[in-house]
Nanobody, 128 residues
Framework: QVQLVESGGGSVQAGGSLRLSCAASGDTYSSYCMGWFRQAPGKEREGVAAIYTGGGRTYYADSVKGRFTISQDNAKNTLYLQMNSLKPEDTAMYYC?????????????????????WGQGTQVTVSS
């Protein structure tokens, strides 16, 4: 089992920044597809970004490209999401997800939508 705990959410004005963290613990594997999803009230869950921990390749939704950066700190077993130039439409509950993969994370939305391990979520609210 892998446990994921998110932190770093909060309220910010449009144009501001936040950094989300996802601390992983429990069983360890050689590589994962890890990523962030978000869900706003009344909307479907949306994939935001992902990273293949085996090589560091990153993937982003078009809506956040150039504003969000996903990264990992292997020493701390922690995934990050740096969010800059935040917009009111970024308001949502943000979830971290992880699944064991080997060789890449190409179909990251499909892989992570069916991931075994999810965090409890952290709320991000952006006011205009």
């Amino acid at each position: 089992q892998v446990q994921l705990v998110e932190s770093g959410g909060g309220s910010v004005q449009a144009g501001g920044s936040l950094r989300l963290s996802c601390a992983a613990s429990g069983d360890t594997y050689s590589s994962y597809c890890m990523g962030w999803f978000r869900q706003a009230p009344g909307k479907e869950r949306e994939g935001v970004a992902a990273i293949y921990t085996g090589g560091g390749r990153t993937y982003y939704a078009d809506s956040v490209k150039g504003r969000f950066t996903i990264s990992q700190d292997n020493a701390k077993n922690t995934l990050y999401l740096q969010m800059n130039s935040l917009k009111p439409e970024d308001t949502a509950m943000y979830y971290c997800a992880a699944e064991v993969t080997y060789g890449g994370c190409y179909f990251w939305r499909e892989v992570l939508n069916n991931a075994r391990w999810w965090g409890q979520g952290t709320q991000v609210t952006v006011s205009s």
